[in-house]
């Protein structure tokens, strides 16, 4: 019996939340159709951006008559929410709103998204029902170790969880020792983090001697909002026996619960009829069709405080036009094993640091500490991987630490083509994230 | 007869060494020798405490990462040619050296040595039957004192 089959127990019955994951594909297209149309006519009505958009191309939201022309409508992006800051993109009245959440820009004014009543009945539902694909029952125990507050993270999957009848452990980010402690103590099921987070937990609970097969109760952990590799989730199952699923989502769309995958893992089922998922290519913006790889673009269906049409994710994926034989009808993208904001371009050529990761992981003792520094020397690019050496590749002698460097610049070089330095640094001294993580330096810009 | 030596990842940077030290001199662990192994970014630092079990938990808490491995204390003669002497025995023996290093204090009229072999009870056996001084840990922490 696989790890898989194991951890979910496939004659569980269908949680009834999730019955709109298995909508026959006419009737789903249908109400994908009439609520796109609600929609359109709520943002013209409502966010003069929008509404100078459309005019300027000439459209009107009665041209909207089947799914296929969202491609007469404009897109959306992170720069809109930052331009029209704070309240520009709403589309309802600050009396509606219920609650504000933010994301950081990575310069200057975050994005403020505003959510009404129903926005966020809407949102939880994704998140229960990514719990509920993932496995999770009332039963469980889930320590939500995400961020509260403006960060989506936190908020987002305790709302889920709560949905679902768990008993939920709000316990946010930060202080290790007190999350391992109730871990353990109040017998944890479910961990929902970031992958970065979850693994400093599992470092920090194999120093204290904690084994996570043995002294912990953990079967499934959600794991997003940060890039992460199948590599690393190989690498999470079998430090820790648990099932790790990948939670996609974002602040602009809703939060988590956007997509997440179910036990066959053929990419990442998206809540469709919420959020109508596009593939576009990235420098024409036409529309590709499904099945074609570009950059994954949301439109919000049923959103009313900040709804988005088209937003562009920045997210490379592609949607997949095989049927998942789980029976869901929603469709799956690929999970994000890039942004595009993430590109690196090293000496002319594209690197995404997804890319670095994979080739690190392939060797076996390697733990995933590791940072990425790229810099220049005269005119060259140089990329240089910071590596923390573990007890298991430690070995008291010069020469196997200089093979294990020469067999993991062989492994990065295979996949990116370009030599990294690799330089192998004491445990514990790269910089631990507690919420996303940022492992690429990039002191270019700074010269 | 064979000791146990704890060594340890390091990086090569200043101040790097100092931080080991000082971790050990807080527990009160004297060390009684060590030798450095180093490329241009890192390098391997092994000790010969006596509370090599102490030790290497402080530092593993301290967040090291410590292996432990035996090695061979050898006294020889300290005079012209007596390492020649100790090296003549353990080549016939055919038992490579992996890295030696020196104690720091005299054992008599003779120095110590230690030795990582490759094959550590073929090589003991070798210096025994030549009649060399061989140290436990006995020995050799009461000599060290």
């Given at each position: 019996m696989s790890l898989y089959e194991f951890a979910h127990d496939l004659d569980t019955p269908v949680?009834?939340?999730?019955?709109?994951?298995?909508?026959?594909?006419?009737?789903?297209?249908?109400?994908?159709?009439?609520?796109?149309?609600?929609?359109?006519?709520?943002?013209?009505?409502?966010?003069?951006?929008?509404?100078?958009?459309?005019?300027?191309?000439?459209?009107?939201?009665?041209?909207?008559?089947?799914?296929?022309?969202?491609?007469?409508?404009?897109?959306s992006m992170k720069t809109d929410l930052r331009d029209e800051y704070p309240f520009g993109l709403f589309a309802s009245p600050l009396n509606d709103i219920v609650r504000f959440h933010c994301s950081s820009g990575t310069t200057g004014k975050p994005i403020v998204i505003?959510?009404?009543?129903?926005?966020?009945?809407?949102?939880?539902?994704?998140?229960?029902?990514?719990?509920?694909?993932?496995?999770?029952?009332?039963?469980?125990?889930?320590?939500?170790?995400?961020?509260?507050?403006?960060?989506?993270?936190?908020?987002?999957?305790?709302?889920?969880?709560?949905?679902?009848?768990?008993?939920?452990?709000?316990?946010?980010g930060g202080n290790t020792d007190r999350q391992l402690m109730l871990m353990k103590d109040l017998c944890v099921t479910v961990i929902a983090c970031t992958p970065s987070y979850f693994l400093h937990l599992i470092d920090e609970g194999m120093k204290k001697g904690i084994d996570f097969r043995k002294d912990m109760k953990l079967k499934h952990g959600f794991f997003g909002a940060e890039p992460w590799t199948e590599e690393m989730r190989n690498k999470i199952e079998s430090l820790t026996g648990i099932v790790a699923h990948d939670i996609y989502g974002l602040t602009e769309i809703?939060?988590?619960?956007?997509?997440?995958?179910?036990?066959?893992?053929?990419?990442?089922?998206?809540?469709?009829?919420?959020?109508?998922?596009?593939?576009?290519?990235?420098?024409?913006?036409?529309?590709?069709?499904?099945?074609?790889?570009?950059?994954?673009?949301?439109?919000?269906?049923?959103?009313?405080?900040?709804?988005?049409?088209?937003?562009?994710?920045?997210?490379?994926?592609?949607?997949?036009?095989?049927?998942?034989?789980?029976?869901?009808?929603?469709?799956?993208?690929?999970?994000?094993?890039?942004?595009?904001?993430?590109?690196?371009?090293?000496?002319?050529?594209?690197?995404?640091?997804?890319?670095?990761?994979?080739?690190?992981?392939?060797?076996?003792?390697?733990?995933?500490?590791?940072?990425?520094?790229?810099?220049?020397?005269?005119?060259?690019?140089?990329?240089?991987?910071?590596?923390?050496?573990?007890?298991?590749?430690?070995?008291?002698?010069?020469?196997?630490?200089?093979?294990?460097?020469?067999?993991?610049?062989?492994?990065?070089?295979?996949?990116?083509?370009?030599?990294?330095?690799?330089?192998?640094?004491?445990?514990?001294?790269?910089?631990?994230?507690?919420?996303?993580?940022?492992?690429?330096?990039?002191?270019?810009?700074?010269? | 007869m064979k000791i146990k030596q704890i060594s340890l990842f390091l990086e090569n940077k200043p101040g790097h060494l100092n931080a080991i030290c000082r971790t050990l001199a807080n527990a009160g662990i004297n060390i009684v020798t060590l030798s450095l192994a180093d490329t241009q970014q890192f390098g391997i630092v092994r000790l010969i405490v006596e509370e090599w079990q102490k030790a290497k938990d402080i530092l593993e808490a301290a967040g090291y990462v410590v292996n432990v491995r035996e090695v061979v204390a050898a006294a020889v003669a300290d005079r012209p040619g007596g390492m020649a002497e100790l090296l003549d025995v353990i080549g016939k023996a055919d038992v490579n050296i992996e890295y030696m290093y020196a104690f720091t204090f005299r054992h008599g009229k003779e120095a110590v040595l230690v030795f990582r072999f490759d094959n550590p009870d073929k090589a003991i056996e070798a210096l025994k039957a030549a009649g060399r001084d061989v140290l436990d840990a006995v020995a050799l922490f009461s000599k060290a004192k």
């Open positions: 949680h009834p939340v999730s019955a709109p994951d298995y909508m026959p594909v006419d009737q789903l297209r249908a109400l994908q159709l009439h609520r796109l149309q609600g929609l359109v006519k709520r943002v013209y009505e409502n966010v003069p951006l929008t509404r100078k958009r459309m005019d300027e191309r000439g459209v009107r939201p009665e041209h909207i008559k089947t799914l296929k022309d969202i491609a007469l409508l404009p897109f505003g959510n009404t009543q129903n926005d966020i009945r809407v949102w939880q539902n994704g998140c229960m029902r990514a719990l509920a694909m993932g496995g999770v029952r009332s039963s469980d125990v889930m320590q939500v170790a995400y961020g509260y507050g403006l960060f989506t993270g936190g908020l987002g999957l305790h709302y889920g969880g709560e949905g679902l009848g768990c008993a939920v452990l709000p316990i946010s809703s939060g988590p619960g956007v997509a997440n995958d179910c036990q066959y893992r053929h990419g990442l089922h998206v809540f469709e009829d919420h959020f109508y998922p596009e593939i576009i290519d990235p420098q024409t913006l036409e529309p590709l069709p499904d099945g074609e790889k570009g950059e994954l673009v949301f439109t919000t269906l049923t959103r009313t405080g900040t709804p988005m049409l088209r937003y562009r994710t920045r997210d490379l994926s592609r949607i997949r036009t095989e049927k998942c034989p789980c029976g869901r009808t929603i469709r799956t993208f690929e999970r994000i094993s890039a942004r595009s904001d993430d590109m690196l371009i090293i000496r002319g050529v594209n690197v995404f640091p997804s890319q670095i990761e994979a080739g690190l992981l392939s060797i076996d003792a390697v733990l995933p500490h590791y940072r990425i520094i790229v810099n220049k020397d005269g005119d060259l690019d140089t990329i240089e991987i910071q590596v923390e050496v573990t007890h298991e590749v430690f070995s008291d002698d010069i020469k196997s630490l200089e093979k294990l460097r020469a067999r993991i610049a062989h492994a990065v070089q295979r996949i990116i083509n370009i030599s990294a330095k690799i330089t192998l640094v004491e445990p514990h001294t790269l910089p631990r994230s507690e919420g996303k993580i940022c492992r690429v330096t990039d002191l270019r810009k700074k010269a | -």
